[in-house]
């Protein structure tokens, strides 16, 4: 006897536990609906008003937080997750402008006080080939218009924004340990380049971490880390192929790849063991300018190969630019609230 398919919304939602089964399958039908017309509204996406109606009612019920919706999608990832060697866990921020929808309650300042929105900061599972398998969490929230612009350097780490990284990062940790047959790796970009990650991060064994440097970090044996990866020894040469980004075009790319392994460790601060590896592009097409990485994980690295890897990993980390731009433009979220 035949099977009727399974939509991809019962897979992936069906499993929620909205606290009443009527909600549950609701969720299911209003997620096909936006399924198949991402980027329509709800009455454009529903059949008819009755559906509409429908669609309101869920959302505006008190037990269906964005956190339920997503839990079962959550499971769902960790579940493709298994029998993977490895899975690159990448997270990054975004803002979502509201600025021109005067009218939504619960928002806060972007940039300035005159823009608001909120912002989300999401970890995207993926495979080193870039193969999506699901986002494993999310931190969304708006900022106290009445602490904007104050100077926060004083403020314990717990008290900051960047707080965010930390937790994502251990929120992977936790997961490592239920995947005992894959390698979970986090990876990030400059805004991750925080001391006291590096620092926690060390006591997570079961996790590996990828970030890029932003900040010339003092070392411990009285250099800064700029000077050391300008001097350190060349590996050799990685090539492959730039893919192409909005408004660039992909390219051929050769980096030279140098590694030292360095101790960070700012004044009064923990010391930190890592590895450092500088892939840098020395001959540009004229007008381009040249890649430039600086990356520092907690691997070690002795071959090119193992350099090579760590640098195909981060380049993986643009699928989270693709996730926010799908998310921006194809579902058009900033527009349809």
């Not at 399974?6 to 069906?14: I, K, T, Y």
């Not at 559906?51 to 269906?64: G, I, P």
């Not at 893919?243 to 140098?258: D, E, G, K, Q």
Request: charged share 25%.
């Amino acid at each position: 006897m035949e099977t009727a398919e399974v939509s991809w919304a019962a897979a992936e939602l069906g499993g929620a536990d909205l606290g009443d089964a009527r909600l549950n399958r609701r969720l299911v039908r209003v997620a096909e609906r936006l399924g198949a017309q991402p980027n329509a509204s709800i009455p454009v996406a529903c059949n008819g008003w009755a559906e509409t109606q429908a669609a309101y009612r869920l959302l505006a019920h008190k037990a269906v937080t964005w956190e339920r919706v997503l839990t079962p999608h959550w499971d769902c990832s960790v579940e493709r997750m298994r029998g993977q060697p490895v899975v690159l866990c990448i997270q990054d921020s975004t803002e979502l402008n509201y600025s021109t929808q005067p009218g939504i309650a619960g928002l806060g300042p972007l940039n300035t006080l005159r823009q608001h929105g909120l912002h989300v900061h999401p970890t995207l599972a993926v495979t080193p080939e870039g193969v999506p398998l699901g986002v494993l969490d999310a931190w969304m929230w708006a900022r106290d218009r009445a602490t904007f612009g104050e100077d926060r350097s004083h403020w314990p780490i717990e008290a900051k924004e960047s707080m965010r990284w930390l937790e994502g990062f251990e929120r992977c940790a936790e997961l490592a340990l239920t995947l005992p047959e894959t390698r979970l790796v986090y990876v990030a970009d400059r805004e991750c380049d925080i001391h006291e990650f590096m620092a926690r991060a060390r006591r997570q064994p079961r996790m590996d971490w990828l970030i890029r440097a932003a900040q010339n970090r003092k070392l411990a044996e009285g250099d800064t880390l700029w000077e050391r990866l300008a001097h350190a020894p060349i590996q050799g040469e990685v090539s492959f192929t730039l893919p192409a980004r909005p408004n660039r075009p992909s390219r051929p790319v050769v980096l030279t790849v140098r590694v030292e392994s360095v101790t960070v460790q700012p004044k009064g601060g923990e010391p930190v063991q890592v590895t450092a590896l500088r892939a840098r592009e020395e001959s540009a097409p004229m007008g381009v300018k040249p890649l430039d990485w600086r990356l520092l994980t907690n691997r070690p690295v002795a071959t090119l190969d193992q350099a090579a890897e760590l640098i195909q990993w981060y380049g993986t980390r643009w699928s989270i630019e693709v996730f926010f731009r799908i998310f921006k433009t194809g579902c058009r979220v900033e527009a349809l609230q």
